[in-house]
């Protein structure tokens, strides 16, 4: 199986004299870890806590929909089965100011009894005990299998409506070859009909996947063979962009603690044409859990442009789960200043970028713009996962996702240039005899 990650920075009250900051998941032990893991590998959720003593926390898991929507179903959520009890934590190191515990757990594990049975998407909430399990924090991961072979194929071509560099797309083609056959009596048979939709994940960002369905609309996106079990899943329109910047506060002599930072090599400007520095594909890497040198910082980031753009312009990065969030609007100071935002952030490097975008009223930022700052450059380099969902029709219908595959663009200027990529493991048996492991200690 594998399982998606992300990480976001944020600050929830947890009770009277409690606070929850920095919520972070990811693969295994590594931060930089795309977003993918085999059934044998783990999810680690960790976060800082500021309080007089450690806080009652659980952490509830619930398995949801191709769209993100919780499955109302307990034999899909059994939560015996899905609850963290007794989390393990660790007291902050001396020369930390702002938080007081490090709370850091792998799953699945034994020692909590958890289980993540079935494949798919799934959402987790970290709760209060002493406040009647309140929410203080929210988390997502994805969850597959290799129960069917997967290909992916990605090219440099052309897009004819665009001019250029927007014109610059990878055109994304997977194929799939499920199983000719479904036998009633087998429970992790596989009925081709039902596999429908693709989505295609850039990096980190697996909120706002890419998707290819057989029933949508769209001009972009086509599928050929549906109705037979091998099937070809396509969408032209994926904007490579470009590298993400890279936010560095590793350095206690460059940038004190108990400090504003306000950094060395900014404020930043527009790379439209520009093509940035290779990243770290949406993967931040914080310092060591030890002294000083992981705590928080307060952190001024600042935009200079040649002139003020019609939309407002937010910061997004791992930090943000790469959502685009109203609370990082960059402000201009003066009318010929630059844009300006302010936050906290602990020690480590970030990948980050500017978007373009409108608050609409529900506070949600729409008619988002990715390009116009940041520019659109075959040479990036980008990590695709395609995920392949399938409508199991047990217990009353749930989704699964039977396959997998990622790679990465071809990463030239070249129009015409492809990479190919390949998951052809076939698992039998994919929801049960799961490999457990325990927490992380």
């Known amino acids: ?48 806590v500021t309080a007089d003593q450690p806080a009652n926390l659980n952490i509830i898991f619930r398995h949801a929909s191709r769209d993100w929507v919780i499955d109302r179903n307990n034999f899909i959520n059994y939560e015996p089965k899905l609850r963290s009890e007794a989390l393990l934590y660790a007291t902050a190191p001396n020369g930390v100011y702002h938080y007081t515990y490090r709370y850091k757990n792998s799953f699945p594990n034994k020692r909590n009894f958890v289980e993540f049975p079935y494949s798919g998407n799934y959402i987790y909430t970290v709760v209060d005990r002493d406040a009647r399990d309140m929410v203080v924090a929210e988390g997502k991961f994805i969850i597959a299998e290799s129960s069917v072979p997967v290909t992916m194929k990605i ?43 693709v989505d295609i994940v850039k990096n980190w960002d697996i909120r706002h996947s890419m998707r290819i369905d057989l029933n949508d609309r769209s001009p972009e996106t086509f599928v050929e063979s549906f109705t037979l079990p091998s099937k070809v899943f396509s969408k032209r329109d994926v904007s490579p962009g470009n590298e993400y910047r890279r936010l560095d506060l590793s350095s206690t002599q460059m940038y004190p603690n108990n400090s504003l930072v306000v950094l060395r090599d900014q404020p930043d400007v527009s790379r439209f044409l520009w093509q940035g520095k290779p990243d770290a594909n949406g993967a ?8 000083s040198n992981s705590d928080y910082l307060e952190i001024e980031m600042r935009l200079r442009l040649a002139q003020k753009p019609a939309q407002k312009i937010f910061l997004v990065g791992g930090f943000t789960e790469w959502n685009v969030l109203p609370e990082y609007e960059m402000v201009q100071d003066s009318a010929t200043g630059p844009f300006q935002s302010r936050f906290w952030l602990r020690r480590g490097v970030y990948d980050y970028q500017y978007v373009l975008g409108e608050v609409d009223d529900k506070g949600t930022v ?36 039977v396959g997998y595959v990622r790679g990465r663009n071809p990463g030239t200027s070249e129009n015409g240039k492809i990479s190919t990529t390949s998951n052809p493991s076939a698992i039998s048996s994919p929801d049960t005899n799961i490999n457990f492991r325990p927490v992380k200690k």
């Open 1 to 48: 199986k594998s399982i998606f990650f992300f990480l976001i920075s944020v600050v929830v009250t947890v009770s009277a004299q409690t606070e929850l900051y920095g919520l972070r998941t990811y693969a295994n032990d590594d931060e930089y870890r795309p977003p993918i893991i085999t059934r044998s590998e783990y999810v680690t959720i960790e976060f800082d």
């Open 366 to 401: 729409v008619n988002q713009d990715w390009i116009s700052l940041e520019g659109n450059d075959w040479r990036t380099i980008n990590r695709y996962t395609a995920l392949v969902y399938y409508y199991d029709r047990r217990f009353g219908g749930f989704d699964r996702v």
């Open 155 to 197: 090219e440099n071509k052309y897009h004819s409506e665009y001019s250029s560099p927007r014109n610059q797309m990878n055109y994304v083609t997977v194929n799939i070859s499920a199983p000719s056959e479904y036998t009633a009596s087998d429970e992790n048979s596989i009925y081709h009909s039902d596999i429908t939709t």
């Open 284 to 291: 931040s890497k914080l310092n060591a859990f030890t002294g």
